[in-house]
């Protein structure tokens, strides 16, 4: 099989399997909250498995805690599906959550000598505050109907993974990037359907693992921490729609708005790690 | 005197046996790895096609060899993982990245002898532990004996030669096995060491 034809079946598979629970949980709405974030958990594991293989447990390659940050972070996006009537506990256990994923992966780094003690913690702090505060902004986002926030995270999953092509020099965290886009995609067909949202913990589990890739990207690969806070800041975008002073204004508008920023700081961000890369060289490497 | 001298030429006699009998007494031989004049270089087939081919330009170790007794020979090699070369920098790139070496967190490759047997006079079968990517696995291969000299500036140099094959998955490098590249990876480790 082609790899094209491949890595297609490994989105459709993915995809699939988020839009079968993100259905169930629109026929079931007592049990969305945690079927919201199962969706989006279990199509990352099998994106996960069918690019990179099963991982370990506890993983030798600090790589691979990715994957298991989508199933340890499925409590994280069913409290974030119940948020609304338990506001802090949302927002104490989101980052008490958030900081304990963040240690078990970089701690290699600084066992290797790459991090001292001190940039290893700072990071790791740094890091973990930066992703529960993009997690608590965006997780109202899965309340809103219609296509607007699963069209706009899908189209970061593409930003995200050029940059992450072109400039970490990963292609399997791109894939990895790319088709989780893909994944949260698949609510743009269900939009269609009569009252569906795709649910808080959707969308805070797919922000959770973005960082997850990002970091790593960081941390193992050559993800610059200025190409960092440039897809960090394009993943805050869509949460410019629940500003007040944007919900005054017409669907039309709070849709076009935040999609017009990640088409332009995306594409330029794309363009110029793109022209890094092949500046890098005279011989083109197409993987 | 006639004592003293007799048991003089005891003495001298004993002397001479111990330090004729020591040569004889091969010990075992350390040589280094001479990095200059060794290869480790590993071909592996792209998209089912063609073969690329890359090498490591850095790493380091020991062989010992007791020619008497084989068994007692062993070898350590650590390879900085941080050095491969396929003479296209992007690729290079790529392979040290988590989808293949991950050398920001495992920069080294190591591997150390666990048994040596003698199949012939030039020829020996050297099993060993081979640790990539922070796992281990135990890998054999059949070492050919290629020549014996001294270089330059006089020191005693050895040379060997293996080929081997390992499957990359078995060392958790999985990316782009379905249809990407191969699972087989064929390694040849060309060296010279100088005696210690």
Redesign the interface.
């Known amino acids: 099989?082609?790899?094209i034809l491949?890595s297609a079946l490994t989105a459709g598979l993915a995809a699939l399997a988020a839009g079968v629970f993100w259905l169930l949980g629109w026929r079931l709405r007592r049990a969305y909250a945690l079927l919201s974030a199962l969706g989006v958990s279990v199509g990352f594991a099998v994106l996960y498995w069918r690019?990179?293989?099963r991982p370990?447990f506890p993983p030798?390659?600090?790589?691979q805690w990715v994957f298991w940050h989508a199933l340890f972070a499925l409590p994280l996006g069913w409290l974030a599906g119940i948020a609304p009537a338990y506001r802090w506990v949302w927002v104490w256990g989101a980052l008490l959550g958030v900081l304990w994923l963040f240690v078990p992966p970089f701690r290699?780094?600084m066992e290797?000598g790459?991090w001292s003690l001190t940039t290893g913690v700072a990071y790791i702090v740094g890091l973990a505050l930066a992703t529960w505060l993009l997690v608590t902004l965006t997780a109202p986002l899965g309340e809103e109907r219609g296509l607007a926030t699963p069209f706009l995270i899908a189209l970061l999953g593409g930003v995200s993974a050029g940059v992450l092509f072109y400039g970490?020099?990963?292609?399997?965290?791109a894939q990895l990037s790319g088709t989780l886009g893909a994944v949260v995609g698949m609510g743009v067909p269900l939009a269609f359907l009569r009252g569906f949202t795709i649910g808080r913990g959707a969308v805070a589990l797919a922000m959770l693992l973005f960082m997850s890739l990002w970091t790593?990207a960081l941390?193992?690969?050559?993800l610059t921490l200025g190409q960092l806070v440039v897809l960090y800041l394009l993943a805050l975008t869509p949460a410019l729609r629940l500003l007040p002073a944007m919900q005054r204004l017409s669907p039309a508008v709070r849709f076009a708005l935040p999609l017009a920023i990640v088409l332009v700081v995306g594409g330029a961000a794309v363009g110029m790690t793109y022209s890094a890369?092949m500046a890098?060289?005279g011989?083109?490497?197409s993987? | 005197m006639r004592k003293q001298t007799r048991w003089m030429a005891y003495i001298s006699i004993v002397a001479m046996l111990v330090g004729s009998w020591q040569p004889v007494q091969a010990q075992p031989v350390t040589y280094r790895i001479d990095p200059v004049h060794s290869f480790i270089i590993f071909r592996v087939k792209h998209l089912n096609t063609g073969f690329a081919y890359g090498r490591f330009n850095s790493f380091s170790g020991t062989i010992v060899v007791d020619e008497k007794n084989p068994a007692n020979s062993s070898i350590e090699l650590e390879i900085d993982a941080n050095s491969i070369d396929t003479g296209n920098g992007q690729r290079d790139d790529h392979l040290r990245s988590p989808d293949f070496f991950n050398t920001r967190q495992f920069p080294k490759i190591t591997f150390k002898s666990t048994r040596v047997r003698k199949i012939n006079d030039t020829t020996v079968e050297v099993q060993g532990d081979l640790t990539m990517r922070g796992v281990t696995r135990s890998i054999t291969a059949r070492v050919t004996y290629t020549g014996k000299g001294r270089n330059q500036r006089g020191q005693e140099i050895i040379g060997f030669e293996t080929t081997f094959t390992i499957r990359r998955s078995q060392f958790n490098i999985n990316y782009g096995l379905n249809g990407g590249l191969a699972d087989e990876v064929r390694v040849t480790f060309a060296v010279e060491g100088i005696r210690q």
Do not use: H, N, R
């Not at chain 1, 030798?60 to 790589?63: E, P, S």
């Not at chain 1, 970490?168 to 965290?173: G, H, M, N, Q, V």
């Not at chain 1, 941390?219 to 050559?222: H, T, V």
């Open positions: 099989m082609s790899v491949e690019v990179q293989g370990d030798i390659d600090a790589t290699p780094l290797s790459f970490a020099k990963s292609a399997s965290l790593t941390g193992f690969a050559q890369y890098q060289s011989d083109t490497y993987y």
